[in-house]
Every structure is written in structure tokens, then in C-alpha cells.
């Protein structure tokens, strides 16, 4: 088990930091091939189109995310020199929860991780703003004049390769991601859709979800709004890697999931993302 994690508020951070890991992972064959062969013939025939959906003059997001809660999301991902892991841990460690703590600051530090198994020496921070755009304005401007988070932003930028991030809106059918009892492994999919398709994607995926939440595995669901577009985002958690499995096996077991995986992965999805 390789590093650390935090998912939730200052004292897990501090506490648990040690305990939990992010395994992030993509959508491979490997996947799609196990859901083929449980097919019946006129299943496979029908899986050669994609459900059509009426057009609508909504915008996609007020559709699809929750809006009794205003919240925006920021995921960063962080490509930290080997060498300089630790001590970007430490760093992180030493600064980010104070913000999170602080009630001048709209923002929640809802989970820091680092990976596991993907691409290794990367670290993935998710942060949550109630209150939504002018949250996240109202935070970004502040810490402009926080000296502590300036020279936080410093020191680290001499310990990365390369970062990027993303704005995010959680889905409406999804739970909002809360604090839970470690130890814990997470697992962060990513799915780049094809343009036009996040509508049916979030329908199928409102039915499918109720498969997934007997072990309470589901964590968070989201999909961007500035950054990579298209691009949908799903959290789980699991006690480890064997539960992991025998949760996705179990979830193969029930009548409709693998039409739900077939019906959104192949037509919908255009790529894993890296």
C-alpha cells in the first residue's frame, strides 16, 4: 500500500493520513469484454445503436446536477518528482487543513489521495464550494493574500512535474460524499463521453446506481464543467481490494447491470481517460 489519503475534514486528515490510498483506474476491455458474454442475441443486436434522446433547450448541467445545494467541485491532479513525495505530503499536511477549517473560507477539503495503482507518484485533491461560482471566486481571491498559501504554492511548485484540474458538478441521483470510518480504499473512474451523450449517460446511470449502494460503495458522482468537457467522473470505496472484487462480482449478478455497463461504456463513452 503505497501512501496516504484524507477523505473528509481536518481531523481525518491529520489522523488517518496513513491508512487510505486512491486506486485510480480506467475503463479497459477487459471490462467490456466480461458483460458481453451474459448477451442474449437480441441484447447484442440492439447494442449496435444508441438510444436516441429528444432534444432539449436546457442546458445539460441544470438537468442532471443537484440544485438544492449549489455546491461546485474542483478535482486537481498533481504529478509530483518521485523524490519529492513525502515532503509534498507533509507540505499538504501542513497547510490544507487549516483552510478547510477556517470559516472565512467557503471550500471543504472533501478527500486528498495518493495514487495507488495508475499513474504512480500523482496526488488528487477534491475540494467542495458551497455556494458555487461566487464561492469558489470568493475563496480564490482570499487566498491571494494568505502568505501561508503563497508560500505553500511556491515550495510546490518546485516539487511537480505537471498539474491539471477540473470544475465539477455532482450529479443529482448521486449521494453527496461525506466522511466515513476507515480504513478504506478508493477507486476514482474517469470516462470521457462522446459530445451530446451526457443526458442519456445520467439516465442510465440513475437506474444503475440503486446495483451499487448495499455496501454503501458509492462516493460521489460528478461530471466537468470547466476543464476537460465530457468528461465524467465516479468514486467508490471499498475496505480493500478483495471486497472490491467480490462487490463488482456481486453487482454482475444482478438483472440489468450489464446492460446498464454495455449500453453507457461502449456507445457512450468515447475513451478511459489517462
Not at 486506486?23 to 447494442?47: G, M, Q
Not at 451523450?197 to 470547466?226: D, L
Amino acid at each position: 500500500m503505497l501512501h496516504k489519503m484524507v477523505f473528509g475534514c481536518c481531523q481525518l486528515f491529520l489522523h488517518c493520513v496513513a491508512e487510505e490510498v486512491l486506486v485510480v483506474s480506467n475503463v479497459c476491455v477487459l471490462f467490456h469484454l466480461r458483460s458481453l458474454s451474459a448477451f442474449r442475441e437480441d441484447s447484442w443486436f440492439k447494442s449496435l445503436f444508441v438510444r436516441k434522446v429528444d432534444p432539449r433547450k436546457d442546458a445539460h448541467s441544470h438537468l442532471l446536477a443537484k440544485k438544492e445545494d449549489n455546491n461546485l467541485y474542483k478535482i486537481q491532479f498533481h504529478n509530483v518528482k518521485p523524490e519529492c513525495l513525502d515532503a509534498y505530503n507533509e507540505l499538504c499536511a501542513a497547510v490544507l487543513p487549516s483552510i478547510h477549517a477556517d470559516p472565512e473560507y467557503s471550500c471543504e477539503l472533501v478527500g486528498t489521495w495518493n495514487t495507488w495503482y495508475g499513474e504512480q507518484d500523482q496526488a488528487v485533491h477534491l475540494w467542495r464550494y458551497r455556494g458555487g461560482y461566487p464561492a469558489l471566486t470568493e475563496v480564490m481571491n482570499k487566498l491571494r493574500q494568505n502568505k501561508e498559501f503563497t508560500d505553500y504554492r511556491k515550495e510546490r511548485g518546485k516539487m511537480l512535474l505537471s498539474r491539471r484540474n477540473q470544475l465539477l458538478l455532482e450529479f443529482s441521483f448521486w449521494n453527496e460524499p461525506v466522511p466515513r470510518p476507515g480504513p478504506n480504499i478508493y477507486e476514482l473512474r474517469s470516462y470521457q463521453l462522446r459530445p451530446g451523450t451526457m443526458i442519456e449517460w445520467g439516465n442510465y446511470w440513475a437506474r444503475a446506481i440503486a446495483f451499487r449502494q448495499e455496501n454503501q460503495e458509492a462516493v460521489g458522482g460528478f461530471f466537468s464543467q470547466i476543464g476537460s468537457l465530457y468528461t465524467v467522473h465516479h468514486l467508490w470505496a471499498y475496505k480493500d481490494l478483495q471486497s472490491r472484487e467480490n462487490t463488482r462480482n456481486a453487482a454482475w449478478q444482478r438483472e440489468g447491470w450489464d446492460e446498464v455497463v454495455y449500453y453507457t461504456v461502449l456507445p457512450l463513452g468515447r475513451q478511459p481517460l489517462p
